[in-house]
């Protein structure tokens, strides 16, 4: 794949993480306009619940517009750089964009509309994280040496796996989740899943730096591992203090990465 064609590719996925945030807002506006019992928004207010609610939400916009905004500034920074390692990262920058679809059951479980749509936005959350996770896995593999050119084969590999992985997990309609998802079959072990292939691409990072004898490669690592930290972090942790710590250390993390990696392809 030549650099030009990895350019348009990187750009049409960046427009797309556009049309998720403006579909995000339009869900978002939904939410407050859609009546549920009667009452909508003031009986959503009412909710025990409600708390959690609105700060996912907030977290779901913060990841979604940091995606966009990573994803355009990664995108033009490096237009004229061959990183392997940054191609793929930017993807997984791109992929968090996708968590946008999780406004998407909460705004039909208002509206009392069928779960089975539901189920399905949750799947494709699903793919997106697994679809990450292995385009992290796989820049510490290039990081390492690995020299394989033909980069649309890799990345629909990476596409493939995802979705049937995402789409062949069960997925309870019955039980919708304060994260804003229907709960998944297995979620323990697919978290563990997630956990060991985000450890594996620090672990490639810091293996290209024993082999290469470069200490760029293990700054690359600490800034993967601060990116890899934040995401979980607002993934994964209710507690507000931890989600904003999270974005801190995601964008950050992604500052160093970007940062380390122009350095090292300056000449290239």
Request: hydrophobic share 55%; charged share 10%; proline share 3%.
């Amino acid at each position: 794949m030549t650099v030009s064609v990895r350019n348009r590719v990187l750009l049409a996925s960046v427009l797309f993480c556009v049309a998720l945030l403006i579909a995000f807002a339009v869900g978002i506006g939904g939410i407050y306009r859609v009546r549920a019992n009667g009452q909508g928004l003031p009986a959503l207010l009412q909710n025990p619940m409600t708390r959690q609610t609105i700060l996912t939400l907030c977290r779901l916009a913060a990841m979604v517009v940091y995606s966009v905004g990573a994803g355009l500034a990664l995108q033009r920074f490096f237009r004229k750089t061959v990183s392997s390692e940054m191609f793929f990262f930017i993807f997984f920058v791109i992929s968090l964009s996708f968590e946008a679809f999780r406004a998407g059951p909460l705004l039909l479980e208002l509206s009392s509309q069928p779960s089975y749509y539901g189920t399905v936005l949750t799947r494709v959350v699903e793919f997106s994280r697994f679809f990450g996770v292995f385009c992290l896995f796989i820049s510490g593999l290039y990081a390492t040496g690995i020299d394989y050119p033909k980069f649309e084969v890799v990345l629909g590999t990476a596409l493939l796996v995802a979705f049937a992985l995402a789409f062949s997990i069960p997925v309870d309609s019955s039980t919708f989740l304060p994260t804003l998802m229907y709960r998944i079959g297995g979620g323990d072990q697919i978290l563990f899943v997630f956990l060991a292939l985000e450890l594996f691409a620090v672990l490639n990072f810091l293996l290209a730096a024993y082999l290469r004898r470069a200490k760029d490669y293990l700054i690359l690592a600490l800034g993967l591992t601060a990116a890899i930290v934040g995401e979980d972090l607002l993934l994964f942790v209710a507690w507000s203090p931890a989600a904003a710590l999270g974005l801190v250390l995601l964008v950050a993390g992604t500052i160093v990465f970007g940062n380390r990696t122009h350095a090292i392809y300056l000449w290239s």
